[in-house]
């Protein structure tokens, strides 16, 4: 990621006050558990952020931190007055301060009644996401498809793709992709990496479970030195110190150290010895190892 886009995207982030974490359901546990692991960073960076996605599985929801958040907004919803009747009753609305109370002061329709007090009540609405990171979603409509409750998006909303996957199309100011990725968790790491966005053990250790979970425990012929590396830097962040870790989690147990887990797989000179001891092996002579009694005793 160059510093421009870099910039522009921290920028449009320190501005932006709703929003919204969409995971496509396509991508099962490893994109919920990224797109919560990116929905606390946002809530502990003080934003108010709500996060849409498939209800997980009982023992999925087990495994990792934030399930209870899903659908919900991290602080109160925006009030908002409504007038019935207004086009017949209400000719303007204005507003003053006395002294800390505001108050509005409806004007009523020359020639109407008025607004009576049965007609006044108030609700409380999300407001539209001006910021949408979208996870596991190649499209946008396959996007608006999944938050088409929740909002429009407006053209002036800054959106980033994180994704392994290639897009069917272009749709976002910023785009987290990585097709030689193994999960999406891998790529939302670097890029909370790269923004330098908060992190702590919940965090840590919902991107490590999954990405653990989809390389087979982080089976050789599954992880790529990039992968261990943002593993790595996830259990320096406490992945390991998160309570469902030391609880004992169904979730995949980490490598503790990933030095001895290269120094198990042989190099080329031990490989060569092994070959050239199996090639002389079969010339010595069998070894014979007696009981009790050998076979060619005869009985008494």
């Known amino acids: 990621m160059d510093e421009n886009a870099k910039d522009k ?4 982030l320190t501005k932006a006050e709703n929003i919204l974490v969409a995971v496509a359901e396509e991508t099962g546990f490893d994109g919920l558990a990224a797109g919560l692991a990116v929905y606390l960073s946002l809530v502990k960076l003080g934003k108010n952020a709500f996060v849409v996605a498939q209800e997980p599985k009982v023992g999925d929801a087990q495994s990792i931190y934030g399930v209870d958040k899903i659908g919900k907004a991290t602080n109160k919803k925006t009030p908002i007055v409504v007038v019935q009747n207004a086009i017949d009753t209400v000719d303007k609305v204005t507003h003053f301060l006395d002294g800390n109370n505001l108050k509005l002061i409806i004007h009523p329709l020359p020639g109407s009644v008025g607004v009576k007090p049965e007609q006044i009540s108030l609700e409380f609405s999300s407001q539209p996401a001006n910021f949408i990171i979208a996870i596991g979603f190649d499209s946008k409509e396959a996007l608006q498809q999944k938050i088409t409750h929740e909002q429009q998006i407006s053209p002036e909303t800054w959106i980033i793709t994180v994704n392994k996957g290639k897009l069917n199309q272009e749709f976002a100011q910023e785009s987290f992709i990585d097709p030689q990725a193994n999960s999406v968790s891998e790529v939302a790491a670097r890029m909370l990496q790269d923004l330098a966005l908060p992190l702590d053990e919940d965090i840590s250790f919902n991107l490590y479970t999954a990405i653990s979970k989809s390389t087979d425990n982080f089976s050789p012929a599954q992880v790529s030195a990039q992968t261990l590396e943002i593993a790595s830097w996830l259990l320096k962040f406490g992945a390991g110190k998160a309570s469902l870790a030391q609880k004992g989690t169904p979730a995949p147990q980490p490598i503790k150290n990933f030095q001895n ?26 070894k014979i190892y007696k009981g009790s009694k050998s076979f060619g005793e005869s009985k008494e």
């Open 9 to 12: 995207t921290l920028d449009n």
């Open 261 to 286: 887990f290269f120094e198990a797989v042989p190099t080329m000179e031990e490989v060569e010895a092994g070959k050239e001891s199996q090639s002389t092996d079969w010339l010595k002579p069998p």
